[in-house]
């Protein structure tokens, strides 16, 4: 596997060996003894496994507060995806800065989503899947969000407002400004 710090460099992209045959294909999608030098923190706990049946739909931007906050590794098993990951920790030299890749079933490759960081992805393709490992269980009082469009962070989804699909809930998220700090750069919480 390899493993490669982006523009954020607590971000990682993954990319798996796929060793095929007539029969398919083998991959090893995660092994914690490849990812332990580069994360502080890889003990997952649940899984989650997402369908989106139309190209342009945007799930996010979404994270979790301590004590319940969330890394993600994140993988596209069918179709594509730009996935999206912004710095929300005070004090950063990357505050409000994103990462945006590409993420789909033909290039295999995966993205580390530390704790500090919303992260969000907007389907390229119809009959999208995503599934995503993370380091703390779902908890709805702990779950935030901040707009996807927010003009402050400068994401370029490659769509429109108006072809956007989104939930009721990512329609109604605050802007990053309008959004208590959770995250301190170089300490928890």
Not at 146 to 174: F, N, T, Y
Request: aromatic share 8%.
């Amino acid at each position: 596997m390899v493993i490669e710090r982006l523009e954020i460099p607590d971000i990682l992209l993954l990319m798996p060996a796929k060793h095929g045959d007539t029969r398919g294909f083998f991959s090893e999608t995660f092994r914690a003894d490849v990812m332990a030098p580069h994360v502080a923190e890889s003990n997952f706990v649940q899984d989650n496994h997402a369908r989106s049946m139309q190209q342009g739909v945007v799930r996010g931007l979404h994270y979790q507060i301590p004590p319940r906050a969330q890394g993600k590794l994140v993988r596209c098993t069918r179709g594509a995806i730009l996935d999206v990951a912004v710095d929300i920790r005070i004090g950063s030299p990357t505050y409000g800065r994103h990462v945006a890749v590409e993420l789909s079933a033909v290039n295999w490759r995966q993205l580390w989503v530390p704790p500090g960081f919303a992260h969000g992805y907007r389907t390229l393709e119809d009959d999208c899947e995503v599934i995503y490992k993370v380091t703390d269980y779902y908890d709805p009082e702990c779950d935030r969000g901040i707009a996807w469009d927010d003009p402050a962070l400068g994401i370029d989804w490659r769509l429109s407002a108006a072809d956007a699909v989104l939930s009721d809930k990512d329609r109604k998220q605050p802007l990053l400004a309008d959004v208590p700090p959770a995250f301190h750069f170089g300490r928890e919480g």
